[in-house]
Nanobody
C-alpha cells in the first residue's frame, strides 16, 4: 500500500520561498509520475508539477520559472522548491503518486498525501 506524507508548508511573505517534501512508501507502479497538486479555497485542485522516472519534469504555466520539482530516489522523496511566491500560490499542496499521461493531459494517480498548507501573505 502506498503512503504519501507531505511536509514543508508554512507561512511566507510575497517573494519568499518554501521547499515542500513528499515521503513515499510502498510500491508505486512503474511508468507513472510523481506530482504536486494544489487546491485553494473555493477552487478546484490543479496540477502544479510532475516528475517522471526518467527525470522529465512538467510544470503548470502559473508556476513555470518559479518552481522546481525534484526527486531523491534513495529516500523515496519528491521535493517542490517554490520561489518568488505570490498570494495566488496560497493553497493546500498535495503529493500524488501514479500519475499518467492521457489524451486529455496528465491524469493523477490514486495515491494522495494528506496535504500541507502553504500561505503567502501579501
Amino acid at each position: 500500500q502506498v503512503q504519501l506524507v507531505e511536509s514543508g508548508g508554512g507561512l511566507v511573505q510575497t517573494g519568499g520561498s518554501l521547499r515542500l517534501s513528499c515521503a513515499a512508501s510502498g510500491s508505486i507502479s512503474s511508468n507513472t509520475a510523481m506530482g504536486w497538486y494544489r487546491q485553494a479555497p473555493g477552487k478546484q485542485r490543479e496540477l502544479v508539477a510532475t516528475i517522471e522516472k526518467t527525470g522529465r519534469t512538467r510544470y503548470a504555466d502559473s508556476v513555470k520559472g518559479r518552481c522546481t520539482i525534484s526527486s531523491d530516489n534513495g529516500k523515496n522523496t519528491v521535493h517542490l522548491q517554490m520561489n518568488s511566491l505570490k498570494p495566488d500560490d496560497t493553497a493546500v499542496y498535495y503529493c500524488n503518486a501514479g500519475a499518467r499521461r492521457s489524451f486529455v493531459g496528465i491524469v493523477p494517480g490514486d495515491y494522495w498525501g494528506q496535504g500541507t498548507q502553504v500561505t503567502v501573505s501579501s
